[in-house]
């Protein structure tokens, strides 16, 4: 990462197989089971396209000004262990992100980190100013390590 990037990262440690956790992140349709944004606008516009899972899945959202808009699409998917997204946002601001997920089990559980990097753009500056994209950011991605926790144990 360089200076010019910002970089947010969370770990969870869930009892669950890497193969259950894998399963639920490749296939954007399982997102709704752990995705901490899947709350934020409930009338959000949803859009499947590409393939059904795994390189080449697209979803797009469009939703309310906190939801905003933007595009993901599953670029690399090494079952059960990395699945790499491109992450594009259009709306409140545009900015092109690449996010991953690493798997690695021990011991009947799987370590999950989840890792978003993106260019320092104006926008992200200036929200910069007001609170970091780490504390911004980390806490949805908190919220939904949680989640998926729940998902796949349960």
Known sequence: MSTSEYE????????????AIFD????????????????IDPAMQRTYS????????????????????????????DAPSRVGIALQFLKPFKANNTTTFELLE??????????????????TRVMGVFMSMDKMIGRDFEKGLARLTEAAQG
């Open 8 to 19: 947010v990262t969370r770990e969870a440690t869930i009892r669950a197989s890497r193969q």
């Open 24 to 39: 639920r992140i490749v296939d954007f349709h399982r997102w709704s089971e752990w995705s901490p944004w899947e709350d």
């Open 50 to 77: 590409g393939a059904e899972s795994g390189i080449g899945a697209v979803y797009e959202w469009i939703g309310n000004r906190k939801a905003g808009a933007g595009r993901m699409e599953i670029t690399s998917a």
């Open 106 to 123: 021990s011991d009947g559980a799987t370590h999950v980190t989840w890792r978003m990097v993106g260019p320092k753009t104006f926008a």
